[in-house]
């Protein structure tokens, strides 16, 4: 069966500070993945998405980058945190085909402060 | 715009009743509804999709319908647990090439005993 990992799940962080969030998939081969941001009173919204090895797209401009170097890896940072970028940031992972039902991690609560 | 509204925002029913959340949508051309479940600090988890030529379908205690015609969605929720509070997100898939998910706020439902 397929599982998703996400880490760490609660991280507080001061304003200019550098931050790594991963996320890794098991079970599967070349899913397609993406990060979400959550904030209080709002619709998870899309940050990046990735359909292979090195292939990021972003959807909305950021402080944030995604990197994927491996296959089942993907990888949310930022060079200098933002008070703005706290939130429940969430990774995710689907097949390009079928019912594409995505299948979300725990999440990562990020307090920037 | 791709939109997806649901009502209402929050939620309080009494362990044992029923609810219905309602979702619409203008997202076109429509592939599929889901609808998910986030408890607090979770990442949220399918609960039911419906695609363009299904009106009802069951999950146990949850029964989401779809009007396509009207692009309407809803969830009923019959006699209720305490293990229902949550929230419900409404999540609307285009059949376009990205093929690209909209997001609903949510409704916030919370069950006392």
Known sequence: SQTIHQWPATLVQPVGSPLSLECTVEGTSNPNLYWYRQAAGRGLQLLFYSVGIGQISSEVPQNLSASRPQDRQFILSSKKLLLSDSGFYLCAWNRVSGANVLTFGAGSRLTVL | ?113
């Open chain 2, 1 to 113: 715009k791709n939109q997806v509204e649901q009502s209402p925002q929050s939620l309080i029913i009494l362990e044992g009743k029923n609810c219905t959340l309602q979702c619409n949508y203008t997202v076109s051309p429509f592939s599929n509804l889901r609808w998910y479940k986030q408890d607090t600090g979770r990442g949220p988890v399918s609960l039911t999709i419906m695609t363009f030529s299904e009106n009802t379908k069951s999950n146990g205690r949850y029964t989401a319908t779809l009007d396509a015609d009207t692009k309407q969605s809803s969830l009923h929720i019959t006699a209720s647990q305490l293990s229902d509070s949550a929230s419900y997100i409404c999540v609307v898939r285009d059949s376009g090439g990205y093929q690209k998910v909209t997001f609903g706020i949510g409704t916030k439902l919370q069950v006392i005993p």
